[in-house]
């Protein structure tokens, strides 16, 4: 009984989510209501002592990379660095290769950390007007933008400041650029089987005689401008916040330890407000320190090159930017809170001990994040209830196999970014809204993507094992 209480909230907070409901307010609906069946007296001290405190622990730590993102995006958005980025990369790859156009340029904004959900709007427009030039059916259009945006760039390569590879930090004491080889390993053969399924799709449907298309809804979506503003920023100075942002997050992350060792104190002589001191243990926020210092300069040179291009609509696009970032976090954080509610009920329990009986970790891992992903339909929202649930015992089993914990932050990262792209997960659904396709239209491609991702989680662990290389 208590096992399927668990898995009726989960199932709740699914179908909540895929409905459209917002998860800010269903989420701690269906965690109290599995407690209510569990023991009703409980259900006021758990939202006070785990829900609430679970969401205010995430928010503290991640609400300001989910911020600091956001504005970062809108300033490349409206700077037209985003648009400059398209232009060039049509120009010298090439109409011709329109899948490999366009997953370049989402793979470029997002490692740069512009947020997937910005890029899809950013590069909408171009990739509409280069698939009718090419007269290549529109509706494989979202599976190749979410190979760009929603995949390796997302959860794979070392380094990016997307959320899915920072939240790790904090459980294992990594750092984003954890398992290097194993995550540049994993790009490619992502990259290289998505391109080639892409490219298998077109093909096949385009030798049946099938056109660039044209239903209602898609003429509406493609009732924007396609043609690049006149005195587009040079493509150089586009991509130098980009790399700006790698770098010094790349920087950051080997020098906060030299800086501040791995604990540092704040006493009343420093702060003569403080009553009791506080000691911050550095290795918990190096992750998210780098990350928020990297868009913070990539925020100012933005502003600095391009000021007079966002000068008019600075006011308006970071309120957009800041809601944005605050639905996001909230989002995400009512997960976690779920997450911790979920993992402190008997029923989880009978959850652990099945997965417990797949013997490897780095499997236990992958399938718990990824499945857990799946039903919540958002890789960060997965991730963090698996998290808040399991990394103890992910943990402890890494350590007993001697297994490096740079290794299980890549596995876990990209776990998350596995089956998180199903019908009902929210890039998904705007991806569709934005390009004015349908589920039944573009899914299937998306989908391909999807399992291309899962599959690539277990073949990097399988290099590991028969390699060692991390």
């Not at 890029?119 to 190749?144: D, W």
């Not at 590879?165 to 080889?181: D, E, L, Q, R, Y």
């Amino acid at each position: 009984m208590s096992f399927l209480i668990v898995l009726a909230a989960l199932g709740f907070l699914m179908l909540a989510a895929y409905r459209g409901y917002s998860v800010i307010l269903f989420a701690p609906i269906a965690a109290l209501g599995a407690v209510l069946l569990t023991d009703p007296g409980a259900v006021a001290p758990v939202f006070s002592g785990i829900f609430m405190e679970k969401l205010v622990g995430f928010v503290k730590l991640y609400f300001p990379v989910f911020l600091l993102g956001a504005v970062f995006g809108k300033l490349i958005e409206i700077s037209g660095f985003s648009e400059s980025i398209v232009v060039a990369a049509i120009r010298y790859i090439g109409r011709t290769r329109a899948n490999a156009v366009i997953v370049l340029v989402c793979a470029l904004l997002t490692y740069g950390g512009v947020s997937l959900f910005v890029v899809v709007f950013a590069v909408y427009p171009f990739a509409a007007e280069l698939y009718r030039q090419s007269n290549i059916p529109k509706r494989l259009m979202p599976g190749a933008i979410a190979l760009g945006a929603f995949s390796f760039t997302m959860d794979t390569l070392p380094g990016t400041p997307q959320i899915q590879n920072i939240i790790p930090t904090t459980f294992f004491k990594t750092t984003g650029w954890a398992a290097p080889w194993l995550g540049v390993i994993g790009s490619i053969a992502m990259l290289t089987a998505g391109l080639l399924y892409l490219e298998w799709r077109r093909r096949k449907v385009m030798a049946t005689g099938e056109g660039y298309g044209g239903s209602a809804a898609e003429a509406k979506a493609d009732n924007q401008p396609a043609v690049a503003r006149t005195g587009l920023p040079h493509p150089l100075l586009s991509i130098a916040p980009l790399v700006l942002v790698g770098v010094v997050n790349f920087a950051l992350t080997k020098m906060i330890p030299h800086w501040y060792g791995d604990n540092y104190a704040l006493t009343a002589d420093a702060l003569p407000g403080l009553h009791t001191a506080i000691t911050l243990p550095i290795k918990t926020v190096i992750g998210i320190w780098a990350v928020e210092g990297a868009l913070l300069l990539g925020i100012v040179f933005v502003l600095v090159t391009a000021f007079n291009r966002v000068r008019d609509a600075f006011a308006e696009g970071t309120k957009a930017a800041v809601g944005g970032a605050l639905l996001a976090a909230m989002n995400t954080a009512s997960e976690y809170g779920f997450g911790g509610v979920i993992a402190a009920l008997p029923g989880f329990l009978a959850v652990s001990s099945a997965l417990k009986s797949v013997p490897d970790p780095l499997i236990n891992a992958a399938v718990s994040v990824t499945t857990l992903a799946g039903i919540t339909g958002s890789a960060s929202g997965g991730m963090s209830i698996a998290l808040a649930a399991m990394s103890d015992q992910f943990i402890r089993a890494a350590e007993a196999a001697q297994i490096p914990l740079e290794v299980l932050h890549r596995v876990v990262s990209m776990a998350s970014g596995g089956m998180d792209t199903l019908p009902h997960n929210g890039a998904v659904i705007t991806l569709l809204a934005v390009t004015g396709l349908t589920h039944k239209q573009s899914y299937g491609e998306i989908f391909g993507i999807t399992v291309i991702k899962t599959l690539a989680v277990f073949f990097v662990i399988a290099v590991y094992y028969l390699t060692g290389v991390v």
